[in-house]
């Protein structure tokens, strides 16, 4: 059998590729009952796909057909990317991924840094290195936009500006993707596309203009593939995310630590399983009102951890004292 990393998947089909050679492949039946088996006995919710643009696999080849192989196992996971469907299905956009692009346009669409600490929370959870990319910055004054994203800077995230009508920034992407496996994501109408046509010439993917009354880009991205890029590595495309699910994250777990600035603080709080909300004694919220913590990131922390929507309120609580319980041990690592 021979290992390679699938590059598209449409509908139970799968294009695999191993080192210069492309395989059309479909996955093994005891592939389909293993896995059924296995939620069986573990009562794990089941994934929308199996398989997802990629995976590491281990293939067989058809002994009639050149380019036609088989899935027979599916390598274990290194990180995942993806979010929950409208169906409420847990979907990986992108297994395996080195890098987590995050595309933001300076103007139009509007830049919105709630969005944008979602996906980098989600990279955090993930295991994925974010950076940070705005787009479009001849529409605005740079020094400006700067002194907006210095708060990002300032707490590690590098930041990349860009262009497709000055150049600005191209090589800077070039060097921050090389051989690695990258995810470029964000909101419709942010650049995406016109982006990687700028960095690598030649893919020319399909480019849609922003909704000027909505302000909202087209989506012009409707599967999920790898593109090799010719300095090295991959790139996934991947449709327009207007919202997107933490599919790494629980109540359990706590949200707290994927905000890299609040970590130093967390061990301080008078409670182990502070949620940093109502709580006497915490440490970050101290440090929030001292200015060390943007109260920007803070209120993306109690919005995304659902106390500004009641969400926490809703909860049933029979489970209170098991998340309490991980959560004071989480605290202590």
Do not use: W
């Not at 991205?221 to 593109?227: I, N, Y």
């Not at 090295?232 to 359990?252: K, N, S």
């Not at 943007?294 to 929507?309: H, V």
Request: aromatic share 6%; hydrophobic share 35%; with cysteine.
């Amino acid at each position: 059998m021979d290992e390679g990393i699938v590059i598209k998947a449409h509908s139970g089909n799968y294009d695999v590729q191993v080192s210069n050679q492309l395989y059309h492949c479909s996955l093994r039946h005891h592939i389909i009952e293993e896995d059924r088996r296995r939620r069986a006995e573990t009562k794990e919710m089941r994934y929308a796909d199996l398989v997802s643009v990629g995976d590491r696999v281990l293939i067989s080849q058809s002994k009639s057909e050149a380019d036609i192989g088989y899935i027979e196992e599916i390598l274990p996971r290194q990180t995942q990317f993806g979010r929950a469907r409208v169906d409420k299905l847990p979907q990986v956009i992108v297994a395996n991924l080195d890098l987590l692009l995050v595309i933001f346009a300076a103007r139009n669409p509007q830049l919105k840094l709630r969005m944008l600490d979602r996906f980098l929370v989600t990279a955090e959870a993930s295991g994925m290195l974010p950076v940070i990319c705005i787009n479009k910055i001849d529409l605005v004054k740079l020094e400006k936009l700067q002194a907006q994203m210095a708060l990002y800077e300032k707490i590690g995230y590098q930041v990349i500006y860009t262009s497709i009508v000055t150049g600005a920034g191209i090589d800077e992407m070039h060097t921050v993707m090389q051989d690695r496996i990258s995810a470029i994501v964000g909101s419709s109408g942010v650049g995406k596309s016109s982006l990687l046509n700028e960095i690598q010439p030649g893919l020319r993917l399909r480019i849609g203009e922003v909704d000027e009354r909505m302000h909202k880009g087209q989506h012009t991205t409707t599967e999920v593939m790898l593109l090799p890029l010719h300095f090295g590595g991959f790139v996934a495309d991947t449709p327009g995310l207007r919202t997107l699910g933490l599919l790494e994250i629980d109540d359990e777990q706590g949200l707290d630590i994927y905000f890299p600035e609040m970590r130093p603080y967390i061990p301080e709080c008078k409670y182990a399983a502070c949620t940093h909300h109502h709580e006497p004694g915490c440490t970050v919220k101290r440090a929030m009102e001292s200015g060390e913590i943007s109260p920007i990131r803070y209120d993306s922390y109690l919005r995304i951890s659902g106390f500004k929507e009641g969400r926490y309120e809703r909860q049933s609580q029979k489970d209170e004292p098991k998340r309490r319980e991980r959560r004071r041990k989480r605290a202590k690592r």
